[in-house]
């Protein structure tokens, strides 16, 4: 079969591109093949909205991307090879198909430890890990969160908002503090012990077994923790064995140009996979959905004959138990940190400022306005506001 356009990829990039592709092109044949069991789905939902809102149900998670676009999706389908010169690509069944313009979607996999994945130990990532833990958290009297960060500190919170007895693991000496300043960070970790969630602080995972329907962790402090279930959330490296293989250049990403083109003029990649040139914070990959909607439109429309750049810088956003925070830029304790709070620690500002007093990110906490302001002090290197 030829596909004006292909896409390989079936994540909330391949739902965007194809509407972003319909924009400029009413007609044109649209084919996604995705290795995913489901068709595209709105990811955040997995660690928010389907935890915390109980009228938001798995329905309402689709994005519902073939009726909308009237794209031919492929689902549990993996793509084996690209022939650049034929511009075919032939899958794992050894099926050939040709296309216009291909997109390489291909998104980013969970980092995982020497343990298997099964039923009780999850690398969570897709809505088949979703429904998994799910299960899970129905009978589990105690299931362990490995990771600190942005996916294990949203899990932990959902599980634990559900009645589930929760342990995080984090080498974070205070749970958070990576990103947020001292006193953010402590208060942060404190809502978390306050909800009954018992944090494992400044310890790494060595090794874990599965055993007599019970998980069991070592840890490198020489203790251990055990649990009916084990959720991962250690961070994604992006998939790019599949441009590798097809001779296009990569580093921590498909590196692609303005328009988000690989070396191969009818080859575009976009969403976690892509490493572009950001217009405000430089040469990046960037994992968050914001980045994926408005990348997924830009480059559906280059991929139509759309001549305009993608210039668009992404935030992203959290919440946890009853706080949330949008942020851009570089927000990392690696950097200085300067606190602006109305009440703290509850609503305030933290700006992140490199060694020249230049704002690189800016985080909102319980803030929900004043991103193209954040925006513009990283643009023009300006310091924080007095």
Not at 187 to 207: I, P
Not at 287 to 311: L, Q
Request: glycine share 10%; aromatic share 8%; hydrophobic share 35%.
């Amino acid at each position: 079969m030829r596909y004006d356009y292909l896409i390989v990829g079936g994540g909330m990039v391949a739902d965007s591109a194809a509407r972003g592709i319909r924009e400029r092109d009413k007609s044109g044949s649209i084919g996604i093949f995705s290795a995913d069991s489901d068709e595209p789905y709105s990811r955040p939902a997995l660690s928010k909205k389907l935890w915390t809102d109980a009228d938001f149900g798995r329905d309402q998670a689709s994005l519902d991307t073939a009726s909308d676009t009237g794209a031919e999706i492929h689902t549990t389908t993996r793509v084996a090879s690209i022939d650049r010169e034929k511009r075919t690509v032939t899958t794992e069944a050894e099926d050939v198909h040709e296309y216009g313009e291909l997109l390489l979607a291909t998104g980013a996999s969970p980092v995982e430890l020497d343990l298997a994945p099964s039923p009780r130990v999850i690398y969570f990532r897709t809505f088949a890990d979703y429904r998994a833990l799910r299960e899970q958290s129905r009978t589990a009297s105690h299931i362990v969160v490995v990771g600190g960060g942005y996916i294990g500190t949203e899990i932990a919170s959902a599980l634990s908002s559900n009645g589930v007895k929760v342990t995080v693991v984090t080498s974070d000496p205070v749970l958070g503090s990576h990103m947020f300043p001292e006193s953010l960070a402590a208060s942060f970790d404190k809502k978390f012990t306050d909800h009954g969630v018992t944090v494992r602080r400044g310890v790494r995972v060595t090794a874990g077994a599965e055993a007599s329907a019970r998980v069991q962790l070592q840890l490198d402090d020489g203790s251990s923790v055990e649990a009916d279930a084990i959720v991962f959330g250690l961070g994604v490296r992006p998939n790019v064995a599949l441009a590798e293989s097809a001779g296009l250049r990569t580093d921590n990403g498909i590196v692609v140009d303005e328009f988000l083109r690989t070396e191969d003029p009818h080859i575009h990649a976009a969403g976690d996979v892509a490493n572009y040139p950001d217009a405000i914070l430089g040469r990046r990959r960037i994992e968050h959905v914001d980045n994926a909607n408005e990348m997924g439109k830009a480059v559906g429309r280059i991929m139509a004959g759309g001549t305009d750049p993608y210039t668009y810088t992404p935030y992203f956003y959290s919440d946890v138990f009853d706080d949330g925070y949008q942020a851009v830029g570089t927000v990392s304790t690696s950097l200085r940190t300067v606190e602006d709070w109305q009440d703290e620690p509850t609503e305030g500002t933290v700006y992140y400022v490199d060694d020249s007093n230049a704002v690189e990110g800016v985080l909102m906490w319980n803030v929900w306005k004043g991103l193209d302001e954040a925006k513009q002090l990283i643009r023009d290197g300006s310091s924080p506001p007095a």
